[in-house]
């Protein structure tokens, strides 16, 4: 049985590299990307790591080192994210068999068959160097036999300069000696409360819990647990995703950038993100059965008045057309608002999803040559998203327009310099 090798590709400090990108006389300057509503520091550059930002910092905590570093801040630009990611995916498809996109900046690439041709290190710079030269965006890569290996494999890259960013744990005595001096808590899908309870059995390191008695493991914490320790001795047990799995549920939701008070303000919001989760939910060739609406105030501004409700259908038919989710979206949030409160977010979210054929006719449709999918609304959805994908004008439903209250807050957002003709950078 031939032995699997995986690599993980993961760019570094993605949202502040892809802002760096497209500004040269930030190349050295300490930079930090803002969560939504620029509240707090989502990325950071190594510059900010240098000066001791903290991962999740509310902004205003760090205005003074702002002031005293020269600290380049960022909104969250999605957009410009979304694209560049699709940009390296793209770029390791072509180096690669099989790839897994783990996240919007890692990728698992399957070198099983490849071990045998190449020099793994080798291979791990000319992928590094390859996406570098197309896209412009650092990479390390952690090379292993299996996932959870090939993630502490990455966490050397990324640690230690000296490796120059790849790092080959193909050899049993080379991963021993790394997971004794990494810490048990940056072990892939140990979490903090599970490493909090580890240590105080004195499992501290990647190497004690690689060498602890799997029945222990499984009895006193999970079969997960136990798999994860497996996979630290070598021995795969996480399969390769050759399709995502589809997905159980869809949500948009999103905090409003100043707080709102009117109902025609939410309506706005709300119809606004039932189009988008309708988008996400045909984009994945999904129906939905059931659909659920949620408002609320900030929870934590405890001097104001709160409020926080939800409430939820299921359609007689599943459907993926935005004006008929729109619509129940908004019949459900007028049943939920109260007067006199300022909401702070909304949400929608779709379950109960199934694919095409899953789908079954109205229980009451007398005909019999009745077909459960609506084929007139999903070629005038089909249209509805060809266009907003391809051009320029964007077609939405009508009560999505208007002031904007509940749009989020993003004073310091760059262009979207990869997917909008207007704002591409120009040279005077």
């Known amino acids: 049985m031939k032995s699997s090798v995986y690599a993980l590709v993961d760019c570094n400090n993605f949202y502040a590299s892809c802002e760096k990108l497209f500004r040269p006389d930030l190349r050295h300057v300490p930079v930090v990307v803002l969560s ?12 900010a790591k240098a000066l001791g930002i ?7 905590h760090i205005k003074n080192d702002i002031r005293r570093y020269g600290i380049q801040v960022f909104s969250s630009n999605y ?3 979304g694209d560049m990611s699709r940009r390296v995916m793209t770029t390791l498809d072509t180096l690669a068999p099989r790839v897994d996109v783990y996240s919007i900046d890692e990728a698992f690439l399957d070198l099983t068959d490849m071990g045998r041709l190449v020099e793994l290190e080798a291979y791990g710079r000319q992928v590094r160097e390859t996406v570098h030269h197309n896209i412009g965006l650092p990479v390390c890569v952690g090379i292993a036999p299996t996932r959870t290996l090939a993630k502490l494999a990455n966490y050397a890259a990324k640690k230690y300069p000296a490796t120059g960013g790849v790092v080959d744990l193909t050899d049993p005595a080379r991963q021993r000696r ?19 309870k580890l240590q105080g059995m004195g499992i501290d390191t990647a190497l004690k819990l690689a060498d602890t008695d799997l029945a222990t493991l499984r009895e006193r914490f999970s079969v997960v647990l136990e798999r994860t320790a497996r996979e630290l001795n070598g021995i795969a047990c996480l399969p390769w995703e050759e399709v995502p799995a589809p997905k159980k549920q869809i949500m948009c939701s999103r905090s409003f950038g100043q707080p709102i008070r009117a109902l025609s303000d939410l309506e706005e919001a709300v119809a606004h993100y039932a189009s988008r989760v309708a988008e996400k939910l045909r984009a994945g060739e999904q129906y939905a059965g059931e659909l659920m609406v949620f408002i609320r105030t900030n929870p ?17 038919q599943a459907t993926q057309d935005s004006r008929t989710i729109a619509k129940e979206a908004l019949t459900l949030l007028r049943t939920l608002y109260q007067e006199g409160f300022d909401y702070a977010k909304a949400g929608v979210m779709l379950g109960d999803l199934v694919d095409g054929s899953g789908l079954q006719s109205d229980l009451f449709e007398v005909s019999e040559s009745a077909n459960p999918r609506d084929e007139r609304s999903e070629r005038l959805m089909a249209v ?6 391809e051009s320029r004008a964007t077609l939405c439903m009508a009560r999505e327009t ?12 760059s262009p979207a310099y990869t997917t909008d003709w207007s704002q591409l950078p120009s040279v005077d």
């Open 402 to 413: 208007g002031a904007g209250a509940y749009a989020m807050r993003r004073e310091h957002l």
């Open 54 to 60: 903290k991962m999740g910092v509310p902004v205003h």
């Open 300 to 316: 934590f501004k405890a001097d104001a008045p709160q409020y926080s409700r939800s409430a939820s259908i299921r359609f007689i």
């Open 36 to 47: 939504n509503n620029d509240g707090c520091v989502v990325a950071r550059s190594k510059e």
């Open 79 to 81: 957009t410009l994210y």
């Open 178 to 196: 790394l997971m004794a001096r990494v810490p048990v808590d940056e072990v892939w899908g140990v979490g903090r409360k599970l490493s909090s």
């Open 384 to 389: 509805m998203d060809s266009i907003n994908r």
